[in-house]
Nanobody
Framework: QLQVVESGGDSVQSGESLRLACAVS????????IGWFRRPPGKEREGIGC????????DYAGSVRGRFVISRDSAKNTVYLLMNNLQPEDTGIYYC????????????????WGQGTQVTVSS
């Protein structure tokens, strides 16, 4: 059974960086597409970016491109979300999600979700 667990959420000041981790179990990252999502307070969940299975193609939402970086460590079977220059509008619950195989992480559907981790950015 594929499972994902997020960690690393914290309260930080504007301009600081934070790295979230998504630990994957059940399958190696060669077979797993991982997406990062967030739900700001009072708003709908939105996609931030993703990394595809296999070659690990990266895709980012325009709102975070250039500030957020997704990477993966195959030895640890973990995907990371490095968030730089955080701003108050980045506050929210951050989720990683997964689905198996497929041609692109943009396609989905994401069937396996973590419990979420809280990120709070103060000005």
């Amino acid at each position: 059974q594929l499972q994902v667990v997020e960690s690393g959420g914290d309260s930080v000041q504007s301009g600081e960086s934070l790295r979230l981790a998504c630990a994957v179990s059940g399958f190696t990252l060669d077979y797993v597409n991982i997406g990062w999502f967030r739900r700001p307070p009072g708003k709908e969940r939105e996609g931030i970016g993703c990394i595809s299975s296999g070659a690990g193609r990266l895709d980012y939402a325009g709102s975070v491109r250039g500030r957020f970086v997704i990477s993966r460590d195959s030895a640890k079977n973990t995907v990371y979300l490095l968030m730089n220059n955080l701003q108050p509008e980045d506050t929210g619950i951050y989720y990683c999600a997964a689905f198996l195989l497929g041609s692109s992480c943009l396609v989905g559907p994401y069937r396996y979700w973590g419990q979420g981790t809280q990120v709070t950015v103060s000005s």
